[in-house]
């Protein structure tokens, strides 16, 4: 059976949604495929993510698609926060995750601020994906000011780099193969949401996901993406957002305990 193997890190919650969104984005483009993770507890940073299917299945075709795909605004009344219809090889798939359930208000999860909106944001990304794709993908980097704010990698601030690249309009690094393709994961793979008590009894948010081991069809997948995870026998993480000046971020994920999965 051909198959597709892609490195990923699990406590990544960025590179997580961009493997679900290369498995909706073959999908879309008529290779129905199986997936599943393979996790190895002794190396808690690094997975494999398995796409199997009885037809062809090729990364970096299915990337190449993306990159060529059109993007086109829909309306709304705030550019901004707009959602926007990504036209793959003929097909559209409608992009809102960072919306209200009526498509009104931006939920938490949206990251952006300042003049960026949400078509220009997957303009440039899409412009920005490599040409070639290969296992290593989700490590391709580019340089740019640009993103929806899922890689926590790309959460620089001033004491990192020794000035303000907001302030300078300075770009740094970021990773497009990550950041669209998990823009695409979104609309059909979204997180748990719950809030935590913290120090003071301050209740905050967290996000939360799983990795399953065995193959299964992405209208599952997308359930024990946030399901209760022990029958599955997955691994689940928790995140939460960051803050970086004006802007947003998806943090590094914790490895979720087996008594704090259900609470």
């Known amino acids: 059976m051909p198959e597709v193997r892609i490195a990923m890190d699990p406590m990544n919650p ?27 507890e002794r190396r808690p940073r690094q997975a494999q993510f398995v796409l199997q299917s009885d037809g062809e299945l090729s990364l970096a075709a299915a990337v190449g698609a993306l990159r060529a795909a059109k993007v086109e605004p829909i309306m709304h009344a705030e550019a901004k926060i707009a959602p926007i219809r990504i036209v793959v090889g003929g097909a559209a798939l409608e992009l809102d995750w960072w919306l209200d359930r009526f498509r009104e ?24 994906l490599p040409a070639d794709a290969d296992e290593r993908l989700l490590n391709y980097a580019a340089m740019t000011t640009t993103r929806f704010g899922v890689d926590p990698r790309s959460a ?59 193959p299964l069809p992405r209208a599952v997948g997308r ?26 971020f998806f943090q590094f994920s914790q490895a979720q305990e087996r008594s704090d999965r259900r609470s």
């Open 105 to 128: 208000k931006a939920e938490r999860l949206k990251c952006w601020a300042a003049r960026q909106t949400s078509l220009s944001i997957a303009s440039e990304l899409l412009r920005l």
């Open 223 to 248: 359930l024990a993406c946030c399901a209760p995870w022990d029958g599955l026998g997955a691994v689940g993480y928790r995140f939460q957002l960051g803050k970086r000046g004006s802007f947003k």
């Open 14 to 40: 960025g590179q997580f949604f961009a493997c679900c969104g290369l498995w909706e984005l073959f999908d879309l483009l008529g290779a129905t495929a199986l997936a599943h993770f393979e996790v190895d």
């Open 156 to 214: 620089w601030n001033a004491k990192d780099v020794g000035y303000s690249p907001n302030e300078h309009q300075q770009e740094s690094a970021s990773f497009p193969a990550v950041e669209m393709p998990a823009a695409v994961g979104l609309s059909g793979f979204r997180p748990g949401k719950r809030q935590r008590k913290s120090a003071g009894n301050f209740r905050e948010w967290e996000y939360v996901y799983a990795l399953w081991p065995e």
